[in-house]
């Protein structure tokens, strides 16, 4: 490190703490102030919450409408992933290995997702599905969340691929498996941290998407951020501070599973 | 792979098991590999040598499958490998970079080939045993690669490709990733497993004093051609030409025009030399004599010792002289301009200074002459180690 703590002076060094801090503070503590608001007693989102309790979550929880989102939203979600990483695991290998022409210009094509703005992406895939007439269909959502999730997916998994070192599939080769065999029985499991991050990637993405799920959204189908999104338009009631800490909790689980299998992985850590 | 088993069976040892004919592989207008042929004998160790981008590691691919030829043919037992897929072949091979299976234990990384062929379990485990005590890594055998010293690494990628028995061991420079010492102990264990097992060895490096310790016979390449096939000490006593002489060791050239053949002109002095076919008079030859195949002798020295019969002297001076420990050289520098180098045993003495006026001394059997040649053959650059 360039600056060290020696030769850094002491201003210098409380100032850097201070900004850090003052940061830090300031991504967290939406996150800090919604958890505490949905424990809070108050039905106004009054802060600081006057008393404690715990009855918005019971609230959400005896809520047939909520309990059909929060469903809605783990089955697109899931939906997601899987179809993400399956589509995202022949594209990267397609990116990473192939020699054809077009290649690079490929790659940009599948990251545009992540550079277009969403709205316009939303705006497209809605009016297709209105032609088609699949609009608040779990299709739609699912079809509409890979779009924006097939990004991150592909990236993570080139990413991995990368760094595996070719070698060690053409010596499963020479030992006599096929290409085939080769790639499920040591590739696969060499790059599965890369499948993993990228299969979790498409989880949040699809998990928090919200400009999307509004379009495809109908009264009968609507994921959790869509109905937080409708309910916060008619009156502020802290069950919408539930679901938003429900929502930040099972993200952070998330992020913390993917942390572990990382770190447990002993290929490519 | 069956077929090709089968028909191997047939061959006796010493007779030819592979031969490549008229083997090509292009990159559009680049010949990495042009027009080899080579013969490789039943239970042989041969090398390829030569520096990279010489076509030996693009050749061993197509041996392994990896690489198909753009024309030519591959040949194990008279039968065609071409169109036969890697997996197919029933070849070993043994990567620079150990390419063990990171997720597998040192036995389920040995027991991979085995378990892809189905065999059964007492029979696959009686196999992958009898390798762990081969390699001598019974001890490591429930560790991942991971955990392993890199020679230890490349000892079970040595294991995983001898235990499904292959006919032929291909070799990409195993040991350049290890050090010196590590290296010269494998080199070792790995002569005498050959000599053990009595399987074809094709081992590639660009190291040639490991080519000459391990192999039996070495092909030099340059450019995608084979251009010397021989033993060590055929290519390093007698190379085929100046770029082989200038390849292997240390060399030193002189220009000569011949006045019959055996005898030419170098400098203004008279010199014997090799009956050289295709040597005419007033042609102008190269002659090439190894460092320690000549001697540096001081004037007194000289006047002291008569010249043998048979031996050649130019005068020249001292430009430098070094100890190497075992061995020393005097670097030289004839009336002409043409610099030399002399090379001898510690042992021996050679006590020499710079800007001493000396007599280099050489018989004219130990020097050998090329009618042909080009001047980027003398360059050592082109096939540096």
């Known amino acids: 490190m360039l600056l060290t703590p020696n030769a850094m002076s002491r201003r210098l060094r409380v100032g850097l703490y201070l900004t850090t801090a003052a940061i830090g503070l300031f991504l967290l503590l939406p996150i800090v102030f919604i958890v505490l608001l949905s424990f809070g007693s108050s039905q106004w989102l009054v802060f600081p919450p006057p008393g404690w309790t715990t009855k918005w979550y019971l609230q959400f929880f005896a809520n047939p409408e909520w309990m059909a989102a929060a469903w809605s939203s783990l089955k697109v979600a899931a939906l997601t992933t899987v179809f993400a990483v399956l589509l995202g695991l022949p594209t990267a290998f397609a990116l990473v290995r192939g020699k054809f022409p077009g290649r690079e210009l490929l790659y940009a094509l599948f990251t545009l997702p992540m550079i277009v703005p969403l709205v316009i992406i939303a705006v497209a895939v809605y009016a297709l599905f209105l032609k088609l007439g ?33 070698s060690i599939e053409d010596a499963a080769v020479i030992c006599g498996a096929s290409r085939l065999q080769a790639i499920f029985k040591v590739t696969f499991p060499a790059i599965r941290p890369g499948m993993v991050a990228g299969g979790l990637f498409a989880f949040l993405v699809s998990w928090d998407e919200v400009v999307l799920s509004v379009m495809m959204a109908s ?6 951020p869509v109905k937080m999104w409708t309910t ?12 938003s800490t429900l929502l930040i909790a099972l993200s952070v689980l998330v992020m913390v599973v993917a942390e572990i299998i990382r770190r447990r992985n002993p290929v490519n850590a | 792979m069956s077929a090709v088993i089968k028909q191997q069976q047939a061959v006796q040892a010493g007779d030819t098991l592979v031969s490549l004919r008229g083997l090509n592989r292009h990159y559009g207008d680049f010949a990495a590999v042009d027009n080899i042929d080579l013969d490789i004998k039943d239970g042989e160790f041969l090398t390829f040598l030569g520096s990279s981008g010489s076509g030996k590691s693009t050749t061993l ?13 591959i040949l194990v037992g008279g039968q065609s490998l071409v169109n036969v897929p890697p997996h197919k072949r029933g070849i070993g091979m043994v990567f620079q970079r ?12 040995i027991a991979f080939p085995l378990d892809i062929r189905k065999l059964s379990r007492a029979e696959r485990d009686r196999k992958v045993d009898a390798m762990l005590k081969l390699v001598q890594l019974e001890a490591f055998a429930h560790r991942r690669p991971a955990q392993l010293s890199g020679g230890q690494q490349q000892r079970v990628a040595i294991a995983r490709a001898l235990v499904y028995e292959p006919r032929i061991l291909l070799m990409d420079e195993p040991l350049g990733a290890l050090d010196k010492k590590l290296r010269e102990d494998l080199q070792d264990e790995l002569r005498q497993l050959h000599r053990r097992l009595g399987i074809t060895i094709v081992y590639v490096t660009h190291d040639q004093e490991e080519a000459m310790r391990l192999s039996q016979r070495i092909a030099i390449f340059s450019h995608g051609k ?13 190379p085929p030409n100046a770029f082989v002489a200038s390849f292997l060791g240390n060399s030193n050239f002189l220009k000569l025009t011949t006045t019959s053949n055996g005898s030419a002109t170098f400098e203004g002095a008279s010199l014997g030399m090799r009956l050289t076919p ?3 008079v007033g042609q102008q030859v190269l002659l090439m004599v190894r460092p320690e195949k000549a001697q540096a002798l001081s004037v007194a020295q000289a006047a002291e010792q008569p010249l043998l019969p048979g031996w050649n002297q130019i005068p020249a001076t001292v430009t430098e002289t070094l100890f190497l420990g075992e061995s020393q050289t005097c670097s030289v520098v004839t009336r002409g301009g043409t610099a030399m180098t002399v090379k001898a045993l510690s042992a021996a003495g050679m006590p020499l200074q710079a800007g001493e006026q000396v007599q280099l001394r050489w018989a004219a059997a130990d020097a050998c002459v090329y ?9 050592k650059a082109a096939g540096a180690h």
Do not use: C
Not at chain 1, 161 to 166: A, H, I, M, N, V
Not at chain 1, 232 to 243: H, K, S
């Open chain 1, 219 to 224: 009264p009968t189908l609507q994921t959790l």
């Open chain 1, 134 to 166: 699949y609009t608040g269909t779990l299709f739609s959502f699912v079809v509409s969340h890979v779009i924006v999730a097939l990004p991150f997916t592909i990236i993570s998994i080139i990413n991995s691929l990368k760094l595996f070192d070719q």
């Open chain 2, 61 to 73: 691919s197509m041996l392994a499958g990896f690489e198909t030829p753009s024309s030519g043919e």
């Open chain 2, 98 to 109: 150990y390419s063990l299976f990171p997720h597998l234990s040192v036995r389920d990384n």
């Open chain 2, 371 to 379: 009618t042909h040649w080009e001047e980027g053959d003398l360059n």
């Open chain 2, 226 to 238: 084979i251009v010397g096939l021989g033993s060590g000490y055929e290519l390093y006593q007698n």
């Open chain 2, 278 to 280: 295709g040597a005419n």
């Open chain 1, 232 to 243: 916060l338009r008619q009156d502020l009631t802290p069950v919408i501070a539930v679901a």
